[in-house]
């Protein structure tokens, strides 16, 4: 397994020691990227090793990638190793089916890794404000872990979310306003309360978590990069851990270097900083102000790590797009009844940014595409039920 050499700032390239546990960098607040020394594990043998050991243990998940992850005992709930499902209609359209992660969606990668490394530096108390489903998933594990996790959300979040955060015994504190307001809530509070603060990219295992993503996606392609990966951007943790693994990889010598998928972020119509921000080739964003869409967990009106994402999407040949809350709609009815996959939201934006550039010919059908539901549609029952106008009838036969 990977040793852990130093935490790097992601702006200025300070480095830092992991004896204390890693926030944000001390010299100019950066998100911090864990970094490991990788050389024991150059190769394809080393690669290979991959699916060999996991298929001799009953279950590995996320946890097979071994080699480039902390060396220590995990807080797992059958985290990772998602389907990749081909879609039945576009030859190179591949869904990677984050719904089926305890708690139903990929913030489970993130929670499970952040939670277990606090475990480790023998944290107890842990705070995150969140869109929705970072909270569930903070909430399970740090359940499974016995120590004490503090949620902030928005008061109209998807009431999957709130019943699991209360279930698994968060305190809970839903907020009148965005994740915006809750991070400021949070952060007033969290040094008085004695609270460790796992928001997005203020601690960086969450990313170490959500980069398997890369890993599993490669891997299930035959360890080969595909031509684009649509990612439904928030706070973009995701996007920053994929890419992150891609050079790990490269470095590795699993992949050839050189033909990186191209990074698509998407958005809504109803909250686009990062798309607005990518066309007008600025480094930052600039906070969207009354950010509304039923695709909760796209509803982050200024992401702390924008200048990273907006890097990635630019380096990447990628592209920022922002879906309009119909065709959302209409995507997430479309693969309901072609494709049998209720989809979230969130992935049902990256459904339709896909076939949107099929349609303006950006991408070939024949093009591998990669495109990420990164949650169960079920967790939204209340929420496409009211958007799709289902109800369920007073009578009955
Ligand atoms: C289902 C779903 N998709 C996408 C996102 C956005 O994820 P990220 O913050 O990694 O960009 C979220 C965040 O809450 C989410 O819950
Ligand atoms: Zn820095």
């Given at each position: ?187 007033e509070r969290k040094e008085k309360q004695g609270w ?202």
């Amino acid at each position: 397994m990977a040793k852990i050499s130093h935490f790097e700032c992601s702006r200025c390239h300070s480095s830092f020691s992991i004896e204390i546990p890693p926030t944000v960098c001390a010299k100019c607040a950066g998100s911090l990227y864990v970094r490991y020394d990788l050389s024991p594990f150059h190769g394809r043998t080393s690669r290979d090793d991959i699916a060999r050991i996991s298929s001799a243990r009953s279950w590995t998940g996320m946890w097979r990638y071994g080699s480039v992850i902390p060396e220590v005992p995990p807080v797992s709930l059958g985290e990772g190793w998602t389907p990749i499902i081909r879609s039945r209609r576009y030859a190179g359209a591949f869904l990677k089916e984050e719904g089926a992660n305890p708690t139903g969606s990929f913030k489970a990668r993130g929670m499970a890794m952040a939670v277990t490394m606090a475990r480790a530096y023998g944290i107890k108390k842990l705070a995150a404000p969140s869109a929705g489903n970072a909270a569930g998933a903070l909430a399970a594990y740090a359940a499974a872990a016995g120590v004490e996790a503090h949620i902030f959300m928005p008061k109209d979040v998807p009431f999957a979310n709130y019943l699991e955060a209360k279930m698994y015994g968060a305190s809970v504190t839903l907020v009148d306003g965005l994740i915006s307001d809750c991070g400021r809530m949070l952060a007033e509070r969290k040094e008085k309360q004695g609270w460790f603060d796992i928001s997005t990219l203020k601690e960086p295992f969450r990313v170490e978590g959500k980069k398997t993503m890369g890993y599993e996606l490669v891997e299930q392609l035959g360890w080969e990069y595909p031509e684009a990966v649509f990612y439904p951007t928030g706070g973009g943790v995701g996007l920053i851990g994929m890419w992150k693994a891609f050079a790990e990889m490269e470095e590795l010598g699993w992949v050839k270097p050189g033909k990186r998928p191209r990074m698509i972020a998407v958005q809504s119509t109803g909250c686009a900083p990062v798309v607005r921000a990518f066309e007008r080739h600025e480094q930052v964003s600039e906070m969207w102000k009354d950010a509304a869409t039923f695709a909760s967990g796209l509803r982050v009106p200024k992401p702390y790590g924008d200048y990273i994402m907006l890097e990635i999407l630019r380096e990447s040949n990628g592209l920022a797009i922002a879906v309009p809350e119909e065709a959302i709609l209409a995507s997430l009815r479309d693969w309901a009844k072609n494709e049998g996959v209720l989809l979230c939201p969130e992935g049902a934006a990256a459904t339709a940014a896909y076939a949107h550039l099929l349609e303006s010919g950006v991408l070939q059908p024949e093009d591998r595409a990669v495109l990420f539901n990164t949650g169960a549609g079920l967790k939204y029952s209340d929420v496409i039920a009211e958007v799709a106008g289902i109800q369920r009838p007073r009578t009955t036969a």
